[in-house]
């Protein structure tokens, strides 16, 4: 059977310095990088194909930035995502309820957009579990009130990332998303993955 491509938007929300640029780092480059951290300016590009059974899924990801003065600047990043990874920092209980506004932000202008709440830093929660901020169970209460799915992760371990990003192609194989024949939607160049910076990323 011929493999199928589906050339699939989806933006990465939180607040800053959650670690929505390393989650993005680890699952295409399979790399940590140690700080010092520059915060995201504007967004960055990322694209990413997967096999998912007969189909060839091209995830197109946005890292956005998660000051609040781009704040603008990212609705126009999410416009038109069919999927939105709206990450929150498991030691910082202030990134959940910033996470809540995107999920509001997003169920009023992208009714269609598929939610993923990702708490990231676990191997921190982990490692000391009097610094976990956010409880787990609370925020599989969350999920379940809006429908998403949920995932805790570590950038450092790789841990949960790649199943993250799986379950997202997966969900759309499996959708009623338009699928396109093999050779339509965006020429990547052959390469397997490739990580273009836009010109508003530092």
């Not at 140690?34 to 007969?54: L, R, S």
Request: hydrophobic residues 35%.
């Amino acid at each position: 059977m011929t493999a199928m491509r589906v050339d699939a938007k989806v933006v990465m929300l939180g607040k800053e310095s959650v670690g929505k640029t390393s989650l993005v780092e680890r699952y295409v480059h399979r790399r940590f990088l140690v700080g010092p951290y520059q915060n995201t300016i504007g967004a960055a590009f990322v694209a990413k194909q997967i096999h998912v059974g007969d189909k060839v899924v091209t995830l197109g990801i946005w890292d956005t930035a998660g000051s609040e003065r781009y704040e603008a600047m990212s609705r126009i990043y999410y416009r038109g995502a069919r999927a939105a990874i709206v990450c929150y920092d498991l030691t910082d209980s202030s990134s959940f309820q910033r996470a809540k506004f995107w999920v509001k932000e997003l169920q009023n202008c992208e009714e269609h957009c598929k939610i993923y709440l990702c708490g990231t830093k676990s191997d921190l929660a982990e490692a000391d579990r009097s610094i976990r901020q956010v409880d787990y169970h609370d925020v599989q209460d969350f999920a379940d009130e809006i429908g998403a799915q949920h995932f805790e992760t570590s950038s450092k371990t790789g841990n949960n990332v790649d199943e993250l990003f799986q379950k997202v192609a997966e969900d759309f194989s499996s959708s009623a998303f338009e699928l396109m024949p093999e050779g339509t939607g965006v020429d990547l160049g052959q390469k397997k993955d490739s990580y273009i910076y836009s010109c508003c990323h530092n």
